[in-house]
């Protein structure tokens, strides 16, 4: 799809330099996307236009307007989509996929493309990946790795604004019970096992 190319180039043109959330996380999500739209057999070019816009406005975790990105990103999909000739129902299945996408918005997409869309961000979230971006974002925000009396949670609630560890109990190790497809959580179910290998080779370590 042609136009799949060129909304790919726009996104890469705006979206903004944050490790965690930069083109390559785009791609990855992308590329999630398409593996399930295929096994779900949804409306591909719906699906991989949500995906690529789903983060084109992105504030830091450390600003307040953070929880309000995907409702922003949503408005701005609107007119970009609009400029590649996008019919007006087309436009609202894929802004309201961006829309309820985010973790921070607590919203069970209404839509195929939207379970789609939450399914593949969340799995960028979880693995190999997934770790390496809890730690780009604990340092660029300068938090200590694990709180030294309790790092795994054991008697406290995470708080994943002081301790990059506790994101993983806090988020991550709750998408795979959250996924909305089938293919999607089989997938989660995999990355989630590499979360808690993870966290056990840690509790040997230190």
Known sequence: ????????????KRIENDSAHDFEHTMRVYKN??????????????????????????????????????????????KILEKFAF?????????????????S??????????KI???????????????ARVFATGGSLKRPFYNIDDPFCKRRIPD??????????????????LMNTKSGKTEAKKRTRILEEFLNQLKQEI
């Open 1 to 12: 799809m042609k136009v799949i190319d060129s909304l790919a180039n726009e996104v890469k």
């Open 33 to 78: 996307a398409r593996k399930i739209c295929k096994k779900e057999k949804a409306n591909e070019k719906l699906v991989l236009s949500a995906a690529l816009l789903h983060d084109i406005v992105l504030y830091p975790k450390s600003d307040k307007r953070s929880k309000t990105s995907s409702i922003e990103s949503a408005k701005k999909s609107k």
């Open 160 to 177: 994943d604004k002081t301790w990059a560890i506790d994101h993983f109990f806090r988020k991550l190790l709750t998408l795979e019970s």
């Open 117 to 131: 869309l939450q399914d593949a961000d969340r799995l960028d979230a979880l693995g190999a990946i997934g770790i």
């Open 87 to 103: 019919s007006k129902d087309e436009i609202t299945i894929i802004s309201d996929a961006i829309r309820d996408h985010s973790f």
């Open 105 to 114: 918005q607590n919203k069970i997409p209404k839509t195929i493309e939207g």
